[in-house]
Nanobody
């Protein structure tokens, strides 16, 4: 079972940037991988996903601001987040994309946007 460890979150001001990383304990090169987020009192939602051919899809609310990427040699997925808004405050998780089976969820990384 692949384990996922998210990192890179923090407290930034509106308009700032963060780069999140998701390190997997095993090979993820054949999987569609995704970033999700869960704000307090809300359901977890898909933010972005990237398939094994590097095709990327984004939720409308992050298009043009966030970029997902992957480094299969390092079994790591990244999320570059720019022009951050208070509404982006959430715990961010990575996992397999799509509607199929998921890996065990990691602890996530807290992102807080506040002045």
């Amino acid at each position: 079972q692949v384990q996922l460890v998210e990192s890179g979150g923090g407290l930034v001001q509106p308009g700032g940037s963060l780069r999140l990383s998701c390190a997997a304990s095993g090979s993820i090169r054949s999987y569609t991988m995704a970033w999700y987020r869960q704000a307090p009192g809300k359901q977890r939602e898909l933010v972005a996903q990237i398939n094994w051919l590097d095709k990327k899809d984004y939720a409308e609310f992050v298009k043009g601001r966030f970029t997902i990427s992957r480094d299969n040699a390092k079994d790591t997925v990244y999320l570059q987040m720019n022009s951050l808004e208070p509404e982006d405050t959430a715990v961010y998780y990575c996992n397999r994309g799509g509607d199929g089976l998921k890996f065990r969820w990691g602890q996530g990384t807290q992102v807080t946007i506040s002045s």
